[in-house]
Structures are given as structure tokens and as C-alpha cells.
């Protein structure tokens, strides 16, 4: 029975969740598909500007975990930017995190236990 995957941590779910070209009949053009969790890597680390680590801990996750979320994400975005693809952002293994508690050290989030020392 393999492991049970452990929740990742998302503070802010994306208010647009449809990017691509803009050309006249989009329906024929492939659909990629970035999970919250992807999208959030992104976000933390390209927006914010915070390193691996730190990127880790807010998510609740290993660095590795998050290295493989990330290059994931990178490679879709990369693909959609390059090919025409249309990028959708759904789904995904996450629960929602309010940010002005601090879910890392706090007991009130039944979801602080997960966190991994790295």
C-alpha cells in the first residue's frame, strides 16, 4: 500500500485560472493542466522572491517534494508560452491555509503536524 501524500499548504488560490493566446478560435489549441499547488511554487518563489526553504516550510513540505512541484510548473508554463498551449489551473493535492495565522508553529491547524524539518 504505497504512502498516503500529505496535504500542501496554499495561502491564495489564483483569481484567473485561464491564460493563453489570444486568437480567434481557441477551442482547437491543447489544454495544460498546473495544479494549485503548482501554481502556488510559483507564486512563492518567482513573485515573492523567497528561496527553496522557506518556500518549503510555507507549504509544508520537503525541499525535494518542492523542487519537483516547481520544475513541474516550469515546464508546463514553458510549454504553454512556447507552443500556443492554453494553461488551466485546477485541481491538485492542497488544503487552504489562512496566512495571518502562522499554521507553521501554531497548534490550531490540524494541519501543523505535517510540516518536515529540512
Known sequence: MPRPQIKRKVYLLPEIDLFGPLVSNPKNREMIY???????????????GKNQEICANEMGVSRSTLQRIYYSAKEKIADALVNGKILKIQGGNYILCNKKID????????YSNQRRNI
Open 103 to 110: 499554521c507553521l508553529t501554531n497548534k490550531h491547524c490540524p
Open 34 to 48: 498546473m495544479t494549485v499547488e503548482e501554481y502556488e511554487t510559483i507564486r512563492i518563489m518567482d513573485l515573492e
